[in-house]
């Protein structure tokens, strides 16, 4: 299941998408993210687990003062919402 996850969020190519996500707490937040975001890297290389994906969120809950760079993993994305890709919206 989590390939399909992944196989959705690279079909995005770059295009901003949303994403609910569970954290370990159990709290719910909808991310409005994008793929391929350079900006703001100082360097090295990104030690993400296996089984997460690495995102740019725009905004949290609506609010966009938190923006930044999101590791989340793939098990916890309940739902992911995206225009003019191949798949519209799935709630997974």
Same mark, same amino acid.
């Given at each position: 299941?989590?390939?399909?996850?992944?196989?959705?969020?690279?079909?995005?190519? =770059?295009?901003?998408?949303?994403?609910?996500?569970?954290?370990?707490? =159990?709290?719910? *937040?909808? !991310?409005?993210?994008?793929?391929?975001?350079?900006?703001?890297? %100082?360097?090295?290389?990104?030690? +993400?687990?296996?089984?997460?994906?690495?995102? !740019? +969120?725009? *905004?949290?809950? =609506?609010?966009?003062?938190? +923006?930044? !760079?999101?590791?989340? !993993?793939?098990?916890?994305?309940?739902?992911?919402? +995206? %225009?003019?890709?191949?798949?519209?919206?799935?709630?997974?």
């Amino acid at each position: 299941m989590n390939t399909t996850k992944q196989q959705i969020i690279e079909s995005t190519k =770059g295009k901003f998408f949303s994403v609910l996500y569970r954290n370990k707490l =159990g709290d719910v *937040s909808r !991310y409005v993210v994008r793929t391929g975001v350079k900006k703001n890297l %100082k360097g090295g290389t990104n030690y +993400a687990p296996k089984g997460t994906v690495t995102l !740019y +969120a725009v *905004s949290k809950n =609506g609010d966009r003062t938190n +923006a930044g !760079y999101r590791t989340l !993993y793939l098990e916890n994305i309940r739902e992911v919402k +995206a %225009k003019n890709c191949q798949v519209t919206s799935v709630g997974l």
